[in-house]
């Protein structure tokens, strides 16, 4: 890109079931975090990207960026307020948007945030919902959801691989672990295997412990040129990529269902703009929305061999203090998953690792990944981010 | 913005009630026309941007850029596919995205595109759908649609400067006549003044012809970096500038209901950036969604002074041979408002009058503006092109 950024300023809300509050409410807490955290007064925004993916289904409002840029006082302004949507990939898309408008030298400080209010519909509803991340006419049609489609690579990986039922749990063993230390999180409570084990099925071979919640919350960083950073903060994080990549939206339409395509080519791609290989990766938040995904993502980001992904956090090697942590926020699983917010809350915990802020510290880190899917992986975001002075970034 | 961008291929699906048609089959229809135009494959694309309102509530599908560059054949491909959305303006963010893209060095070919398929839902619920785009909490559970808002906006018009039910019908009169020349209008017939006021009111005082109608169809552009544009066409169009801005998005919220503070401050930084005037542009396409919105449009774009557009209208001055033509191509009236699309037909409409191909054609178009409204006008963008080397580009 032409021009490098930087994030200066994180913020998100607790995520929950928050009864008590509005989508418009729950954006302008996560973005006053996010100004006050950079230091930044409304005034001096820019843009907005918004990443949401359904609040159409969910609160009947649509046109939701230009309602949150309204709400927190910005539409009175000049300030351009876009809402980007790939399913729960919508959070990873507007902030990509946010940098690639600070690179593209047209605005130079902007709002990269994501926002969604789910628990106003039933569950029904909210499946039936979350079914438009899928193939409507070809998968839903027919019967399908998102957690019978993620049951079906759970079972080809099982089958190929020989993936156990054992190492699914144990994803939701450690992300409920490191989510007992984050006052953000759904669920800071710990979980056994056993107990997993003992919910009920949603598909077979996933269980209800498999899947993360409906949440609601909302999620702000704040993105400048990096030539600026150091007028907003003593640590800024560095993005040096950001990376998106599609696969078929129906999973019969791919040649290998035990790999998600887009998360390898976005992968492939930003490990390649930021001068890194996968053993550089210090710390990963990846998109856990059915433990099965975390499997494939730790593969598809090449941390873990293809088939391997499931050892691979059974022996401890996705742990805080394993050779890649893999989500020491709690995932998707345990933080929760308010769609469109999720892969600005990402962000918003890569960086607090890099400025050595986490509540389940990861101990020098200096290079971090985030992954953000929609749905069962027709879209895929892969940033990299770095503070560009720890020990990964000197030795390159 | 760094680097310069124009437009090198322009297409789109006829738009009218395409029962026959999906969603998908609209936008592969209107992309291979681009791609045909522009004269370039479908593997030298690098990114997909899609302004769709909302599929999720008229065909239950999120995820729709995925669907669409899956459609495409694009998906297997690393191309990142990204909806934007912001009422019936996400087709101008779909171009501007498109731009700020290429400006940024990210991506080098672009495809910028609109789709909505809106015919799959009854007219009750359609208008439910569209109320989407207003505030849902305090204009539509409150007896609010779209309509109502404009028809208030009509009325304060009315009321402070005197315009005329007349003048309201001579927009339909006027946009009708000019799309008689446009094979992909969903009206070719000319109607009289008589006729629009002999329809039955929506909410008084717009009748059912001072409003644009539901629509299928999709459209969509190439972009590239300027410096390419001469590899791919002998007729570049380039993006001088493109601007977007917010306002409150209850009309309730607002100092003033006879204007849409957005346009106003979209077009000042356009007319800015591109650095010419409203009085240098040739030919406009403007965002008529209701008769009442081409007459705050022709004032808060600046060809008209404010309180001015109904005469401007009436008087001929927006007419194909008159001061400022505004909607030579018969605007969203005529045309037809498959919302997500209409933002990128505007582009496609006004590359062709600057290429000189258009059906009722400006003389010697050389600056274009294109114009587009979400909802009430909580959003706005606003386009300059130009060919330059046209009479106006010469005399700056």
Same mark, same amino acid.
């Given at each position: 890109?032409?021009?490098?950024?930087?994030?200066? $300023?994180? $913020?998100?809300?607790? @995520? +929950?079931?928050?009864?008590?509050?509005? @989508?418009?409410?729950?954006?302008?807490?996560?973005?006053?975090?996010?100004?006050?955290?950079?230091?930044?007064?409304? /005034?001096?925004?820019?843009?907005?990207?918004?990443?949401?993916?359904?609040?159409?289904?969910?609160?009947?409002?649509?046109?939701?960026?230009?309602?949150?840029?309204?709400? =927190?006082?910005?539409?009175?302004?000049?300030?351009?307020?876009?809402?980007?949507?790939?399913? &729960?990939?919508?959070?990873?898309?507007? @902030?990509?948007?946010?940098?690639?408008?600070?690179?593209?030298?047209?605005? &130079?400080?902007?709002?990269?945030?994501?926002?969604?209010?789910?628990? /106003?519909?039933?569950?029904?509803?909210?499946?039936?919902?979350?079914?438009?991340?899928?193939?409507?006419?070809?998968?839903?049609?027919?019967?399908?959801?998102?957690?019978?489609?993620?049951?079906?690579?759970?079972?080809?990986?099982?089958?190929?691989?020989?993936?156990?039922?054992?190492?699914?749990?144990?994803?939701?063993? %450690?992300?409920?672990?490191?989510?007992?230390?984050?006052?953000?999180?759904?669920?800071?409570?710990?979980?056994?295997?056993?107990?997993?084990?003992?919910?009920? @099925?949603?598909?077979?071979?996933?269980?209800?412990? &498999? !899947?993360?919640?409906?949440?609601? $919350?909302?999620?702000?960083?704040?993105?400048?040129?990096?030539?600026?950073?150091?007028?907003?903060?003593?640590?800024?994080?560095?993005?040096?990529?950001?990376?998106?990549?599609? +696969?078929?939206?129906?999973?019969?339409?791919?040649?290998?269902?035990?790999?998600?395509?887009?998360?390898?080519? =976005?992968?492939?791609?930003?490990?390649?703009?930021?001068?890194?290989?996968?053993?550089?990766?210090?710390?990963?938040?990846?998109?856990?929305?059915?433990?099965?995904?975390?499997?494939?993502?730790?593969?598809?980001?090449?941390?873990?061999?293809?088939? &391997?992904?499931?050892?691979?956090?059974?022996?401890?090697?996705?742990?805080?203090? $394993?050779?890649?942590?893999?989500?020491?926020?709690?995932?998707? %699983?345990? !933080? +929760?998953?308010?769609?469109?917010?999720?892969?600005?809350?990402?962000?918003?915990?890569?960086? %607090?690792?890099?400025? +050595?802020?986490?509540?389940?510290?990861?101990? /020098?880190?200096?290079?971090?990944?985030?992954?953000?899917?929609?749905?069962?992986?027709?879209?895929?975001?892969?940033?990299?981010?770095?503070?560009?002075?720890?020990?990964?970034?000197?030795?390159?």
């Amino acid at each position: 890109m032409l021009r490098d950024v930087a994030v200066v $300023g994180v $913020g998100q809300t607790s @995520f +929950g079931e928050h009864w008590e509050r509005s @989508f418009r409410d729950l954006f302008v807490t996560a973005g006053v975090r996010a100004l006050e955290d950079a230091g930044v007064a409304g /005034d001096e925004i820019d843009a907005l990207y918004g990443g949401n993916m359904s609040a159409g289904q969910f609160i009947q409002q649509e046109h939701v960026a230009a309602l949150i840029a309204d709400y =927190a006082g910005l539409a009175t302004e000049r300030v351009p307020a876009t809402r980007v949507e790939a399913a &729960d990939a919508s959070g990873g898309l507007a @902030f990509r948007q946010a940098v690639l408008d600070v690179a593209s030298g047209a605005s &130079d400080v902007v709002v990269a945030s994501g926002v969604e209010k789910m628990t /106003d519909l039933g569950s029904a509803e909210t499946t039936e919902a979350l079914a438009g991340s899928a193939d409507r006419e070809w998968e839903v049609f027919g019967g399908g959801n998102v957690a019978a489609l993620y049951a079906m690579m759970a079972r080809a990986h099982m089958d190929r691989y020989g993936t156990t039922r054992r190492q699914l749990s144990e994803v939701v063993v %450690k992300n409920h672990e490191n989510a007992t230390n984050n006052k953000y999180a759904q669920y800071t409570n710990e979980v056994s295997a056993e107990l997993v084990e003992s919910t009920p @099925f949603v598909s077979e071979p996933l269980r209800a412990f &498999d !899947c993360s919640p409906a949440s609601d $919350g909302a999620a702000a960083v704040i993105v400048v040129p990096a030539e600026d950073a150091e007028d907003y903060t003593d640590e800024p994080v560095y993005v040096e990529a950001t990376e998106q990549a599609s +696969g078929s939206l129906a999973v019969h339409d791919r040649d290998d269902i035990t790999t998600l395509g887009s998360t390898a080519r =976005a992968a492939e791609r930003a490990y390649e703009t930021a001068n890194v290989s996968p053993g550089d990766v210090d710390v990963a938040e990846v998109h856990d929305s059915y433990t099965v995904a975390e499997i494939l993502a730790v593969e598809d980001l090449g941390f873990a061999e293809k088939g &391997d992904g499931g050892a691979f956090v059974e022996d401890g090697r996705a742990a805080v203090d $394993g050779e890649t942590p893999v989500n020491p926020s709690g995932g998707l %699983k345990a !933080c +929760g998953h308010p769609l469109g917010a999720t892969g600005v809350r990402q962000v918003v915990d890569a960086a %607090k690792q890099l400025r +050595g802020e986490a509540g389940t510290q990861v101990e /020098d880190a200096s290079v971090a990944v985030t992954h953000n899917v929609g749905g069962t992986g027709a879209t895929a975001v892969v940033n990299v981010l770095s503070d560009r002075n720890g020990r990964n970034r000197r030795s390159r």
